[in-house]
């Protein structure tokens, strides 16, 4: 890796002096500041160009820029920068002179569409690492039971799935404890994480924008952010209203599994302040497959919140509290209906945050937090002689705290607007019940990281950052593990550096190389029982060492405005990768299959292709593909487990302006290759159509339909945890939602 990293700077190097040294040789110069037509304020790292020469700059620290060496004649002096209007300035230059011109420009605000705030605490729009948000109707338009439903199909991003509400997003390949899902910008406290039977404790109605980050991300997000980052945000602590009433009322329908939801919002904002308060509500029955039903995938699902922002001009936030009650059940044996496990689980969180400005270096803040509560129960049913009997087999009880002080500063030297921050996380989680198969676990993180950019020409720009993060973890003794006393202190760095390079105005390229580390999970160190949710018998590792990652992402992406195509590549070594492998061993007691964890060296590594084509003012193609290589190559060369397949993804969109058609089709190649003792599973073709019908009086209504599986194709994704592997994925579906905004 260290030769990467070398290569690297030498390409950075040649690009930037090779620009330096191709200007020309007169001695015609000119000079000048860029200034905001607001305030008058010198505005750093803003772009100076010569129209139609290659001949640029951007402004210093103190707002100045200088060209040397310009050809004689008549020019046009270009000036723009994300989130300002671009200028033009004609002059006319002699040789031997030297001109100034002073330059003012207006300031447009930085289009929030296009800038994943999840990726940079600055959201100054520049990407280093690929990543996509939904949001509005592009997020309608995917209403799913589950997150990871939802997000499925989208390149990159696979899921894991135990029936409809058990379903997580898998990005690259990895899972799990790996990928951080966030509530807006802050750890959930939920325990989705830590293992596939269970739920992220949010209804995607909820969410107002989701943005995924491909990637390693622990620079920001510490621990659990390997793989990537899913930010869920909702507007429960209201951050932009209009004065007076407004609202959004949804329902949702769907044949495939008898669900029917509905959700509704409502805020009252004045000048300063604004008052929110919403309710969701989901209810289905089992899964129906092409082979008939899938037992024991019912759900029923109730959340809410109230929440209160504020603006006051330097400062603004607010606070949220909400509620989540929800019963879902866990398919465990599909051939006797009349015993199954149902999950129930409660949360409570009470989050908050302000965002303020300074006249200082540090002009610009931010604090977050989320404190929540969490308590959830595994409970085995059986019907005998038409009485239920009930065990409580697990127990779980999570206290959670995540907060985030993150301050930015001024442009300084050659650094652009960059962020220092400091994070807080820590948990107790009691487990409990006859078949608690882990121990409880206390775990407090307390991190530091700094985010920088360093403008090195008009086209290209450095990205740099390091995290510094202090770990102590310890396990909580119950009723199995009543002996237990170990605890782990960890110190970890994480770091990374990218680049973003914009030769012409339709090209950006990007690339990061990272390092990133992993803390092993409570139950990757002491697991040592059946787990009855999952139905596999977990055997930990106390001895497994941290997780320790150096990766590579390229992208590179070309849009005019008829064409947007973008192309991402990736490769991840991992030091003691953990792995949750079958041992082809069942328990006897149980009846479960054995499964261990253990660590070894692994490589992952692939690519996506996502690309949209405007075939005609209202027609648009969409083409997107995805691929995963996951190998361990120090006791031997074998496949790691539950790595998706090779898979390719159409769809082609007519919109008419008051609503629009689309075809989709989603193509997944047999996986073969597999881990030892797990099973291979055959490719698929899945297609799918939608409708959209939109009414803007009175009120904005959207009204959705959509066919998912189309021939009720019977098939296996290679992914899903259903013990059962010859039993299939769900049938055929249509879906009905209607949303009124007021």
């Keep these: 890796m260290r030769s990467l990293y070398i290569l690297f700077a030498i390409i950075l190097l040649s690009v930037y002096t090779s620009n330096i040294f191709s200007q020309g040789n007169t001695d015609a110069n000119v000079f000048g500041h860029v200034v905001s037509a607001e305030d008058g304020e010198h505005i750093p790292f803003i772009n100076v160009l010569i129209d139609g020469t290659r001949i640029g700059t951007i402004t210093d620290?103190?707002?100045?820029?200088?060209?040397?060496?310009?050809?004689?004649?008549?020019?046009?002096?270009?000036?723009?920068?994300?989130?300002?209007?671009?200028?033009?300035?004609?002059?006319?230059?002699?040789?031997?002179?030297?001109?100034?011109?002073?330059?003012?420009?207006?300031?447009?605000?930085?289009?929030?569409?296009e800038v994943i705030v999840t990726a940079s605490p600055t959201a100054s729009g520049f990407r280093y690492q690929p990543d996509m948000a939904?949001?509005?109707?592009?997020?309608?338009?995917?209403?799913?039971?589950?997150?990871?439903?939802?997000?499925?199909?989208?390149?990159?991003?696979?899921?894991?799935?135990?029936?409809?509400?058990?379903?997580?997003?898998?990005?690259?390949?990895?899972?799990?404890?790996?990928?951080?899902?966030?509530?807006?910008g802050e750890r959930m406290g939920d325990i989705s994480e830590t293992s596939v039977d269970h739920t992220i404790a949010l209804d995607p109605l909820v969410a107002t924008r989701v943005e995924v980050v491909r990637g390693p991300a622990s620079l920001l997000y510490g621990s659990s952010a390997l793989g990537g980052v899913v930010n869920i945000m909702t507007t429960d602590i209201p951050d932009r209203w209009d004065r007076g009433s407004t609202g959004i009322l949804s329902a949702q329908?769907?044949?495939?599994?008898?669900?029917?939801?509905?959700?509704?919002?409502?805020?009252?904002?004045?000048?300063?302040?604004?008052?929110?308060?919403?309710?969701?509500?989901?209810?289905?029955?089992?899964?129906?497959?092409?082979?008939?039903?899938?037992?024991?995938?019912?759900?029923?699902?109730?959340?809410?919140?109230?929440?209160?922002?504020?603006?006051?001009?330097?400062?603004?936030?607010?606070?949220?509290?909400?509620?989540?009650?929800?019963?879902?059940?866990?398919?465990e044996n599909i051939d006797d209906p009349d015993a199954g496990v149902n999950i129930l689980m409660q949360r409570q969180a009470f989050q908050g945050r302000v965002s303020f400005e300074n006249s200082g270096f540090l002009d610009r803040g931010q604090v977050r937090f989320n404190a929540s509560r969490m308590f959830q129960q595994e409970i085995e049913y059986e019907w005998e002689n038409n009485e239920l009997d009930e065990d409580i087999e697990i127990e779980y009880e999570k206290y959670a705290f995540s907060s985030t002080l993150t301050m930015q500063h001024k442009p300084y030297s050659f650094f652009d607007r960059g962020a220092i921050g400091l994070n807080l996380h820590g948990h107790k989680l009691d487990v409990g019940g006859d078949e608690a198969y882990t121990p409880g676990e206390n775990r407090v993180s307390l991190g530091l990281f700094t985010f920088q950019e360093i403008p090195l020409s008009n086209?290209?720009?450095?990205?740099?950052?390091?995290?510094?993060?202090f770990q102590h973890t310890g396990a909580l003794p119950?009723?199995?593990?009543?002996?237990?006393?170990?605890?782990?202190?960890?110190?970890?760095?994480?770091?990374?550096?990218?680049?973003?390079?914009?030769?012409?105005?339709?090209?950006e390229v990007g690339g990061q190389f990272a390092r990133s580390i992993r803390n092993p999970s409570v139950e990757e160190l002491y697991a040592d029982g059946p787990h009855l949710g999952v139905g596999v018998y977990e055997i930990g590792d106390a001895s497994i060492k941290d997780e320790i990652g150096q990766g590579m992402d390229l992208f590179f992406r070309w849009n005019n405005g008829n064409i947007d195509i973008e192309l991402a590549g990736f490769v991840n070594y991992f030091r003691n990768y953990i792995i949750f492998e079958p041992t082809g061993d069942t328990d006897p007691a149980s009846g479960f299959p054995v499964f261990r964890y253990t660590g070894d060296e692994a490589r992952l590594m692939g690519g996506e292709l996502s690309a949209a084509f405007k075939l005609h003012e209202n027609v648009e193609l969409g083409i997107g593909a995805d691929y995963v290589d996951g190998r361990r190559f120090s006791n031997g060369t074998d496949y790691l487990p539950f790595i998706p397949p090779v898979r390719f993804m159409s769809n082609l969109e007519y919109d008419f302006g008051s609503g629009w058609l689309e075809g989709r089709i989603v193509s997944a190649a047999s996986q073969?290759?597999?881990?030892?003792?797990?099973?291979?599973?055959?490719?698929?073709?899945?297609?799918?159509?939608?409708?959209?019908?939109?009414?803007?009086?009175?009120?904005?209504?959207?009204?959705?339909?959509?066919?998912?599986?189309?021939?009720?194709?019977?098939?296996?994704?290679?992914?899903?945890?259903?013990?059962?592997?010859?039993?299939?994925?769900p049938g055929r579906n249509f879906t009905l939602a209607y949303r009124l905004f007021f």
Aim: aromatic share 8%; glycine share 12%; hydrophobic share 35%.
């Design 61 to 113: 620290a103190s707002g100045h820029y200088l060209l040397t060496n310009l050809p004689e004649g008549e020019h046009t002096l270009v000036v723009k920068g994300m989130g300002y209007e671009t200028e033009t300035v004609d002059f006319e230059i002699s040789a031997n002179q030297t001109i100034e011109i002073d330059v003012e420009i207006s300031y447009t605000g930085v289009d929030l569409d």
């Design 134 to 184: 939904y949001m509005g109707e592009r997020l309608q338009k995917r209403s799913e039971v589950s997150f990871g439903e939802m997000l499925n199909h989208s390149p990159g991003i696979a899921m894991s799935s135990l029936g409809s509400v058990p379903a997580r997003p898998v990005i690259r390949g990895m899972d799990g404890d790996r990928i951080l899902v966030l509530e807006n």
């Design 253 to 331: 329908g769907a044949t495939m599994n008898k669900m029917g939801a509905g959700f509704g919002r409502y805020t009252y904002g004045n000048d300063d302040w604004a008052v929110t308060g919403r309710i969701a509500h989901r209810q289905s029955s089992d899964i129906t497959t092409p082979d008939g039903v899938l037992p024991g995938t019912s759900m029923n699902n109730l959340d809410g919140s109230l929440g209160f922002g504020f603006d006051t001009g330097a400062a603004r936030g607010g606070v949220s509290f909400s509620l989540a009650d929800m019963a879902y059940e866990i398919p």
């Design 459 to 469: 086209t290209m720009r450095l990205q740099t950052g390091l995290r510094l993060d």
């Design 478 to 507: 119950n009723e199995l593990f009543p002996d237990i006393s170990a605890t782990r202190n960890a110190f970890n760095y994480t770091g990374s550096i990218g680049f973003n390079h914009r030769p012409l105005d339709e090209v």
């Design 672 to 729: 073969q290759r597999v881990a030892p003792e797990e099973d291979m599973t055959d490719g698929y073709t899945l297609l799918g159509f939608s409708a959209g019908y939109r009414l803007t009086s009175p009120g904005r209504h959207v009204i959705i339909f959509r066919i998912d599986n189309l021939l009720d194709q019977r098939y296996r994704d290679h992914l899903s945890r259903v013990t059962e592997r010859n039993f299939p994925m």
